[in-house]
């Protein structure tokens, strides 16, 4: 059948729905908008409140103080995709769910554009907000492009990240010309005009994306459950009760002894674990019970991996700015947003080579399973830590680093990324329970947001302990965490029941068929 006589949400180009492409250009200007903002953060807060250059004053923070705001900003952009999921699971659906996302982005950087603490605050609020609505459901709305067992699932995630990462890119090779000539605010202004434009396209494609995201009502039977029902049903498990509880108390005391952010984060947490134990003892049968606790598991690995990933936009982000030779063979000085844009350079360069890899090594027979590329990922990643190690030590011994320490590290970063994140969000369709996946999507991004919290931690004991002891500390533990998911690799895929078996089944008989139509 002719591309032209199918209907536009059935409508295929490059051998992909164009409903992809709609969700890639959205996803690309809200990733410009929020790369643009996470590059510029730790440099203007970090910079003199009296205006030392042409960007204009900045807020004269110190860098632990930075870096402790930067680290709970990029934690909670993706804590609120939990609420975000369960608010187009229950209430408004995917689609909409990313519409007021994106209409509440805008509003959020247009804030950003004044001058006043106030405005400062209370975009960084709207901003998580939107992000919380449209980063989980737009990304499940790609893995509802496809059907059940579709090989070109996770190449569409990739093509889906490269979207993500031409934004990073375009952002931060514009965002730091513009600081430089116009300031800081003038910057954040961008980042509002580029959302609009997602907006824009989002709402200009909706017939490619008629079968998708939609809110359904579903009539109640014995196997749907609320969410307040899973909570009341709480009561009345004992288990789970008391691990609610001690995980409350626990909260309490790291309200006390801690501070109040952390106190309301570890409540935070507390009522989600609730919600996910109530969610796996509802569940109908072990093989979606088993699945279940793999996707946890994989959780664990993505917390670790942008854990230590998230450094570039903290500690190296100042290492860039500090303690690196700009200067390009004599004729200028390369802006230290700029090396953001090495990311997002080499995602766009070896996002789909790097897919195509893996496809062959599975058509081959060889291991290729979603956890096997996680655990690779975060031993690749990990490894890139090393030339920031390199570049430490030659900063050492003469005062100054080579910026192509920098460009080797954010390599092997972007290397392991593509093994990793577009992965994992892949995996969680195929695994996740179909009543629960904007929610499982959302816990996914709030594990990523749990990791750049992580990341700001240690960024700021960078400067108690240093940072040749963080970057020597990242390898170690990043490689030796990947090594041991790949030791416990077969019985995690004993409990995913094959949810991954009959892909390359799909594609001999139907591969070549769906990619003429």
């Not at 975000?84 to 209409?103: F, H, P, R, S, Y």
């Not at 580029?194 to 989002?202: E, H």
């Not at 929610?439 to 990341?455: C, P």
């Amino acid at each position: 059948m002719s591309n032209l006589t199918l209907k536009p949400h059935q409508r295929e180009l490059f051998g992909q729905p164009i409903g992809l492409y709609i969700l890639f250009l959205t996803e690309m200007w809200e990733r410009f908008s929020y790369y643009g903002m996470r590059a510029l953060l730790v440099l203007y807060m970090t910079t003199s409140a009296l205006g030392d250059d042409a960007r204009g004053a900045g807020l004269g923070w110190s860098s632990k103080e930075a870096l402790a705001l930067y680290g709970w900003y990029t934690m909670l952009v993706y804590v609120m995709s939990i609420p975000g999921g369960m608010i187009a699971d229950k209430l408004i659906g995917q689609k909409k769910a990313v519409l007021w996302g994106a209409i509440i982005l805008c509003i959020g950087h247009g804030i950003l554009v004044l001058t006043d603490i106030w405005a400062f605050y209370a975009g960084l609020g709207f901003v998580i907000l939107g992000v919380g609505l449209l980063k989980p459901n737009i990304s499940t709305m790609v893995g509802g492009l496809y059907k059940e067992g579709d090989i070109r699932r996770d190449k569409g995630f990739s093509i889906f990240y490269i979207g993500i990462n031409l934004g990073s890119f375009l952002a931060t090779m514009i965002v730091g010309g513009v600081v430089a000539k116009w300031g800081w605010h003038a910057g954040f202004g961008l980042a509002g005009v580029v959302m609009l434009l997602g907006l824009i396209n989002y709402i200009g494609g909706q017939k490619y994306l008629i079968n998708v995201g939609n809110f359904e009502v579903v009539e109640k039977d014995s196997n749907e459950v609320s969410y307040s029902q899973l909570f009341s049903k709480l009561s009345t498990s004992p288990k789970q009760l008391l691990i609610s509880l001690v995980l409350l108390i626990a909260s309490f005391y790291g309200w006390y002894v801690m501070e109040w952010g952390y106190g309301l984060l570890f409540v935070f947490l507390t009522v989600i674990t609730s919600l996910l134990m109530m969610i796996y003892k509802e569940l109908e049968s072990q093989i979606f019970k088993d699945r279940f606790l793999v996707l946890l598991v994989s959780f664990i690995m993505v917390i670790i991996f942008w854990g230590a990933f998230e450094q570039a936009g903290g500690l190296m982000n100042l290492y860039t700015d500090s303690k690196t030779d700009r200067n390009f063979f004599g004729l200028f000085e390369i802006p230290t947003v700029m090396f953001q844009s090495l990311n997002a350079g080499f995602i766009i360069l070896f996002a789909t080579i790097v897919a195509s890899l893996w496809a062959k090594r599975k058509l081959k027979g060889k291991e290729a399973s979603s956890l096997f590329k996680m655990a690779i990922g975060i031993i690749i990643m990990g490894l890139g830590f090393l030339f920031m190690v390199f570049a430490v030590m030659e900063f050492n011994n003469s005062g100054s680093s080579s910026m192509i320490w920098l460009v080797l590290a954010y390599f092997f970063h972007t290397i392991g990324e593509l093994c990793l994140s577009p992965v994992a969000l892949s995996f969680i369709t195929k695994l996740a329970p179909v009543r629960y996946a904007s929610l499982m999507m959302g816990v996914y991004f709030a594990s990523s947001g749990l990791g750049n919290k992580v990341a700001g931690i240690i960024g700021e004991s960078a400067s108690e302990f240093g940072e040749l002891t963080i970057f020597s500390g990242l390898v170690i533990f990043t490689v030796i965490i990947g090594l041991l998911f790949i030791i416990i690799l077969k019985p995690l895929k004993r409990l995913t029941h094959g949810a991954e078996d009959n892909e390359t089944e799909i594609h001999e008989t139907e591969g070549f068929e769906l990619a003429e139509n």
